[in-house]
């Protein structure tokens, strides 16, 4: 077989529903000859979209180089390959090493983007992460652990901003997260636990900062969720009044509309 002349699709498979996907990844997984799915996270059933007879792979318990072979190999056989990531392929998913890896033997790639579990997690709390004078910013982060961040991006340096804030990959570190809150939300500020997030065992739990560790082991949770902090959770959890967008505000001029 000759090489294939498609680009090596990243594609997002996002949250965890399958219905969260794009429409444009469910239609490249139709369309796929080989997917390697990062099974550790991405549910199975999000391979509803794929084709009877088309070779899944789960790369759960592949090193770097392993995957990049299966990549290679497809590619080379003329399939159309299309290697399956979490949430947003982007955030946490570990694709610039494999995208530079391939590029070196001039393997064409095509990413498409997906839904992150901070947007799925938000839209189940119908909460927005930005009100109009009293937050204007979204941080996405994780707390330093085996996989180290930056010191100019430690989590401390961050909270101090007292902006919105998702912080992934941390729920084995949720004391130390929880002292870290404390210090720059106050201990009677709110939190939520964002459990599987779309997946039918999804699970949204708020509570005050100060019981966020409590309330992880009383409910069991260790891995697969999203602490969320800032003052629009506390807005969601005490449905107070709000200030009015500018953009719906009747005496409000723009491009669009003349203010009454």
């Known amino acids: 077989m000759k090489p294939s002349n498609n680009p090596v699709i990243f594609a997002g498979a996002g949250p965890g529903d399958p219905d969260l996907i794009t429409v444009k990844a469910m239609k490249a997984l139709a369309a796929a000859d080989l997917v390697i799915f990062a099974g550790s996270l991405v549910p199975e ?9 088309t070779r899944t792979i789960s790369s759960a318990g592949m090193h770097l180089d392993q995957i990049i072979d299966t990549i290679r190999k497809g590619y080379q056989a003329g399939l159309q390959v299309v290697r399956l990531h979490t949430g947003d392929p982007s955030l946490y998913g570990a694709i610039f090493e494999q995208i ?9 790639v095509l990413v498409i983007p997906g839904v992150t579990a901070a947007f799925a997690a938000s839209a189940a709390m119908h909460m927005e992460y930005t009100l109009p004078e009293m937050t204007q910013t979204l941080i996405l982060t994780r707390i330093s652990g ?13 909270a101090a901003h007292q902006a919105s804030m998702a912080i992934y990959l941390s729920m084995g570190h949720v004391l130390q997260v929880q002292k870290i809150l404390q210090a720059h939300y106050g201990e009677n500020g709110y939190c939520a636990i964002a459990y599987k997030v779309s997946h039918p065992e999804e699970k949204i739990i708020h509570c005050r900062i100060k019981y966020l560790d409590e309330t992880c082991k009383k409910n069991a949770i260790t891995r697969h969720a999203l602490i969320i902090v800032g003052k629009a959770v506390a807005a969601c959890m005490k449905n107070q009044d709000l200030v ?3 953009l719906y505000d009747p005496g409000f001029s723009h491009g669009y509309r003349n203010g009454a």
């Open 45 to 53: 059933s999000v391979l509803c979209w794929v084709r009877p007879g």
């Open 100 to 108: 530079r890896e391939l590029e070196k033997t001039d393997i064409p």
């Open 146 to 158: 085996r996989t180290p961040v930056p010191d100019t991006e430690n989590l401390e340096s961050l």
């Open 244 to 246: 009015p967008s500018k």
